[in-house]
């Protein structure tokens, strides 16, 4: 008993069990429900990798970014292009897409590295005109480089199934949500993991007053562009597996209202909160799903319908924010904090007493 609660007082092995509870929990929900719903797992995951990134990098450190969704369009692009280049040269295997995708989450690293040093001087609203502009300008490119990024139509990603031990019944979707959620469970076990620790508390020292950080000799700048490229990386890996489930990486896919949408999400579920992160991302897939089905349901015209299907998810999206930001400041997650202050309370409190 002693031996246990030595290991549960070790953070890797407190964030490890309900990572194993969470791959648990995809194999038997994946496994359960339609090739649409595995579809929306997809995208889900794609989704928690980068609020989680997002929650680090705005919620742990205080640095605001609106072009995130660039940082995906590297991932993504990256993982197509890698695959693209195996498929023109008959190479296949099951590691293709895991290794498209290691690359995919180092390139963006490095190019989250370049856009944190740049913007590590900035602050508030600077950093976030900085942060737009690279997002809208990053996905322009592949309009001017067309033989390379294959314009406005994008890059087909060409990668095996499943493989065959897993029974002709495992579909592709099937297939998908388990890279999607799998690749969210890692992200999140790793950030849980950098949160705890001391470069955590730095940031978080970073955020809340910058000259007294700089007085305790804290490496402010350094650790901002840590925080981008930690975010960057998580990113890059979102992106990849949101071309994955898409099946192609197209500007159009990733352009600044998905930017806008996942900040959203990561206030909505609760700042500075990876549980937040996750239940935001649920929140913003839900939402996907309703409002659309809501539209068709009015039987407008075809123009009228089109302008509601671009106007109105905005719209909502601001509205819920704005509601999220006057009755609970601190996101959805805060509903359940007290419950877990009062359970980790008890736990202490009866340690103690076994002790």
Avoid: E
Avoid at 37 to 54: D, K, M, P, S
Avoid at 206 to 221: E, H, K, S
Avoid at 298 to 318: C, E, F, I
């Amino acid at each position: 008993m002693n031996l246990v609660r030595r290991l549960w007082q070790w953070t890797l092995v407190r964030h490890l069990v309900p990572a194993l509870l969470g791959v648990g929990l995809v194999i038997l929900i994946t496994d359960q429900v339609s090739d649409y719903r595995n579809t929306q797992l997809t995208t889900l995951g794609a989704y928690i990798c980068v609020a989680a990134g997002l929650t680090l990098l705005t919620g742990t450190n205080g640095q605001i970014s609106l072009g995130h969704a660039a940082l995906m369009a590297v991932g993504g692009y990256t993982v197509a292009l890698i695959l693209q280049d195996f498929s023109d040269n008959n190479i296949t295997g099951q590691w293709m897409l895991p290794l498209a995708l290691i690359a995919g989450t180092l390139v963006t690293t490095v190019a989250g590295i370049v856009v944190g040093m740049a913007a590590a001087r900035l602050r508030g609203p600077y950093l976030a005109g900085a942060t737009l502009a690279f997002g809208v300008a990053l996905p322009s490119i592949t309009a001017q480089f067309t033989s390379i990024f294959k314009g406005d139509q994008g890059i087909g990603l060409i990668f095996d199934g499943p493989p065959a031990s897993l029974g002709s019944s495992f579909s592709f979707s099937h297939w998908q949500a388990w890279y999607s959620l799998f690749a969210a469970i890692i992200v999140l076990f790793f950030l849980a993991n950098v949160q705890r620790s001391a470069v955590g508390r730095h940031l978080r020292a970073v955020r809340d007053d910058d000259v007294a950080a700089r007085l305790a000799g804290l490496p402010a700048a350094r650790l901002r562009v840590l925080a981008f490229a930690v975010s960057s990386a998580a990113a890059g890996l979102g992106g990849g597996v949101f071309a994955v489930g898409l099946q192609t990486a197209s500007p159009g896919s990733f352009g600044l209202t998905l930017s806008l949408s996942l900040l959203t999400a990561v206030v909505i579920g609760g700042l500075g909160s990876l549980t937040g992160a996750v239940l935001g991302s649920i929140v913003l897939i839900y939402l996907g799903d309703v409002i659309p089905g809501f539209v068709d349901r009015l039987h407008l015209s075809a123009t009228s319908a089109q302008k509601m299907h671009d106007n109105l998810p905005p719209a909502v999206y601001g509205a819920l924010l704005i509601g999220v930001m006057m009755l609970l400041p601190g996101g959805i997650a805060s509903l359940a904090r007290p419950v877990v202050v009062r359970v980790t309370r008890r736990t202490t409190h009866t340690t103690g007493c076994n002790r």
